[in-house]
């Protein structure tokens, strides 16, 4: 059984910093690539960072230096940094895991921005 279960979302005030975790079972988790989506109340769903399994990252560019990807292997976890958060940074935060076509998908950690 394939579970992805994010953790380390929370209320932080504007200029603060959280980091995300997603720990994956139940996959090879070095062969995929992690990417972290967010959705915010009455958008779609945004692909924010990506990782690939060598270790290639990619951003969305409203994140461009604030946010950082990170993957540790041996712990079947990838990370996403965020730091200098924004108000507009609210949102459910997903974990998501591909490898050809498969997909799945974590429960989401709520982030809050807000003073």
């Known amino acids: 059984q394939v579970q992805l279960v994010e953790s380390g979302g929370g209320l932080v005030q504007p200029g603060g910093s959280l980091r995300l975790s997603c720990a994956a079972s139940?996959?090879?988790?070095?062969?995929?690539?992690m990417n972290w989506y967010r959705q915010a109340p009455g958008k779609q769903r945004e692909l924010v960072a990506t990782i690939i399994s060598g270790g290639s990252s990619n951003y969305v560019d409203s994140v461009k230096g604030r946010f950082t990807i990170s993957r540790d292997n041996a712990k079947n976890t990838v990370y996403l940094q965020m730091n200098n958060l924004k108000p507009e940074d609210t949102a459910v935060y997903y974990c998501n895991a591909v490898h050809f076509l498969t997909n799945y998908w974590g429960q989401g950690t709520q982030v809050t921005v807000s003073s």
């Open positions: 139940g996959i090879i988790f070095r062969l995929y690539a």
